[in-house]
């Protein structure tokens, strides 16, 4: 089921931000002094509390998603994951890839070695896309 909170957690790891991240983002979306709390935000993604009015507001705002999208969702859940994505790397295809192999754990050297050849083999979205995918199907925990 596609909840309030996945939707939450989905854009938010998307654009490779924390939970204290995004409380920064959404108070300056809506002009507030003091961040909305790391805590608060967990919260929301764990369903345990639901965003207020001004805090739709501010997600939507931080996300580019209309309020009712981040209340209710389009579709379900998985299709919504798809276009999200697909929306994103059409943006920046590179901050994807990053966000991509983060995502994975990859840590230290090996990480910035996989993406640096990556990169170079790349020429557009699709290619990025495509390596993104074999390297996820071949990464060992």
Request: cysteine-free.
């Given at each position: 089921m596609d909840t309030i909170g996945k939707r939450i957690a989905t854009l938010r790891k998307l654009k490779g931000w924390?939970?204290?991240?995004l409380g920064r983002q959404m108070a300056a979306a809506v002009g507030k002094d003091r961040p909305f709390t790391g805590e608060l935000v967990r919260?929301?993604?764990?369903?345990a509390n639901n965003p207020g009015n001004e805090a739709r507001?501010?997600?939507?705002?931080?996300?580019?998603?209309?309020?009712?999208?981040?209340?209710f969702g389009e579709g379900?859940?998985?299709?919504?994951?798809r276009k999200a994505i697909r929306d994103e790397?059409?943006?920046?295809p590179y901050a994807l890839l990053?966000?991509?192999?983060a995502a994975l754990v990859i840590?230290?050297?090996?990480?910035?070695e996989i993406l640096a050849k990556i990169r170079?083999?790349?020429e557009d979205g699709e290619k990025i896309r495509i390596a993104v995918l074999a390297q996820a199907r071949n990464f060992k925990r």
């Open positions: 924390s939970r204290p991240e919260l929301y993604e764990t369903g507001r501010a997600l939507s705002l931080v996300f580019g998603k209309t309020e009712t999208f981040i209340e379900d859940g998985p299709k919504t994951l790397a059409a943006l920046n990053d966000q991509a192999f840590v230290g050297h090996q990480r910035q170079a083999a790349a």
